[in-house]
């Protein structure tokens, strides 16, 4: 699997949209891109994947560059709820089923 | 529709002791994962199951065992309990290439 890349932490403004990075520069063709967060120790949570196309959800959105090296996870508008550790993963999709592989993710803090 | 189950929440072992974690879903996932999670570390997986009767090691299976004989259930057992196995650990579901659900994990302390 191809290995990701994110900044250790963030700080965003109540509101105000968040854009976590995410590098995956080996990616393969064939692999996607996952997100997910993790809010103070409770289990992950998904919030969206894509392959090459942008994608949008009731929670955020994914831009995923054309090149497909790297992508954007984009909450619109920030809550505090939001504060978790964001987790960039890229995998491919086969039978054998989805073995993702954590890193250390982004530790985002939505602020007042 | 309860998702994913795990008990115990909290679990504190001694050195050499045993037991075993339970996982049950009702979402008819095939799928079924173990992972744990140490102290502002990432996931790493332990064991996985692709259906009842199949598994297969992770990342990190030594020192535990699972089994998968049901659809619904997927228990992780650790024999001889070490201070390294303190950890968060988080089973996972899924419907083959579906997203994880996760449950909201079982924190262990081995002293």
């Known amino acids: 699997d191809a290995k990701t890349t994110q900044p250790t932490s963030m700080d965003c403004a109540e509101g105000r949209a968040a854009n976590l990075p995410c590098n995956h520069s080996?990616?393969?063709?064939?692999?996607?891109v996952y997100w997910y967060r993790q809010i103070h120790s409770q289990g992950p949570q998904y919030i969206i994947h894509?392959?090459?196309n942008n994608e949008t959800n009731e929670m955020a959105s994914l831009i995923i560059t054309e090149d497909r090296k790297s992508s954007t996870l984009i909450l619109p508008h920030a809550t505090l709820r939001d504060t978790a550790v964001y987790y960039c993963?890229?995998?491919?999709?086969?039978?054998?089923?989805?073995?993702?592989?954590f890193g250390g993710g982004t530790r985002l803090m939505v602020k007042p | 529709n309860a998702g994913v189950t795990q008990t115990p929440k909290f679990r504190i072992l001694k050195i050499g002791q045993s037991m075993t974690l339970q996982c049950t879903q009702d979402?008819?996932?095939?799928?079924m994962y173990w992972y744990r999670q140490d102290p502002g570390m990432g996931l790493k997986l332990i064991y996985y199951?692709?259906?009842?009767?199949?598994?297969d090691k992770g990342e990190v299976p030594n020192g535990y065992n699972v089994s998968r004989s049901t659809t619904e259930d997927f228990p992780l057992r650790l024999e001889l309990a070490a201070p390294s196995q303190t950890s968060v650990y988080f089973c996972?579901?899924?419907?083959?290439?579906?997203?994880?659900?996760f449950g909201n994990g079982t924190r262990l302390t081995v002293t």
């Open positions: 080996t990616i393969s063709g064939n692999e996607y």
């Open positions: 894509g392959l090459k």
């Open positions: 993963i890229v995998r491919v999709a086969n039978n054998a089923g989805n073995m993702l592989t």
């Open positions: 979402m008819n996932h095939n799928y």
């Open positions: 996972a579901s899924s419907y083959r290439n579906s997203p994880l659900h």
């Open positions: 199951s692709v259906g009842a009767g199949i598994t």
